[in-house]
């Protein structure tokens, strides 16, 4: 079953700073990756996908995302932090081939920006 | 930018009571999907509808739980008896017709927030 871990559950960076959400996937086939982020008191927010292609993926809001395949891994950078990209983050991987497949999430990494 | 809507933001009920979610889709999206985040917890998917059925459930999804495009705006997840563990937030999304991979982002509400007492 496709899966994905985010090992940190917060990360704090100054503003200014770059910052980095790890994520590393496990799946079978290829690997539809995904980045959303939730702002307090508000719905999921699509940042960014990796389908395939280039392995830097730009999304919104200056984030991008590293796919890295030997290492199995996603991690969402930013080359400088904003107080408010204060906020919940989810990477996600889609579970099937199908376009009614579903997503599944990772636990989340709460990424606080400091002024 | 079109977005995915949800009524009501809030809902409190008692349980055993039955409670409808509300969802406005994207509006040339064809495929339908319900997500739940119980308070600390992750983001679990429930069930996902396209051509007015079903096209994948969880285990979470259980004969308490119903789904239903009644007309070709709304998509609503309705739970018949409410027990306590059905407090979470539940999450809308939709994601366009399958064309090239590139289109079948899933777009997400901002959440109903279920509270059964």
């Known amino acids: 079953a496709q899966s994905v871990a985010q090992p940190e559950d917060q990360v704090n960076v100054a503003e200014g700073n770059p910052l980095t959400v790890k994520c590393t996937y496990s799946?079978?086939?290829?690997?539809?990756l995904f980045w959303y982020v939730q702002y307090p008191n508000r719905g999921l927010q699509f940042l960014l996908k990796y389908i395939t292609g280039d392995n830097l993926v730009k999304g919104s809001y200056g984030f991008e995302a590293e796919f890295n395949k030997s290492q199995t891994s996603f991690h969402l950078k930013k080359p400088s932090a904003l107080v408010s990209d204060s906020a919940l983050y989810f990477c996600?991987?889609?579970?099937?081939?199908?376009?009614?497949?579903?997503?599944?999430f990772g636990s989340g990494t709460r990424l606080s920006i400091r002024p | 930018e079109p977005e995915v809507t949800q009524t009501p933001s809030h809902q409190v009920t008692q349980m055993g009571q039955e409670v409808i979610l509300r969802c406005v889709p994207i509006?040339?999206?064809?495929?339908f999907y319900w997500y739940r985040q119980i308070l600390g917890q992750k983001v679990e998917f429930l069930v996902s509808f396209y051509n007015n059925e079903i096209s994948e459930k969880s285990e979470i999804f259980d004969d308490q739980f119903s789904v239903e495009r009644p007309d070709g705006s709304n998509f609503t997840l309705k739970i018949r008896s409410t027990k306590l563990e059905d407090s979470a937030m539940y999450f809308c999304?939709?994601?366009?017709?399958?064309?090239?991979?590139?289109?079948?982002?899933?777009?997400f509400g901002p959440g109903t927030r279920l509270t059964v007492l």
């Open positions: 996600a991987v889609r579970d099937g081939d199908s376009s009614a497949s579903k997503i599944i």
């Open positions: 509006s040339n999206h064809l495929y």
């Open positions: 999304a939709s994601s366009e017709r399958f064309r090239t991979l590139d289109t079948d982002t899933q777009y």
């Open positions: 799946v079978s086939g290829n690997p539809y």
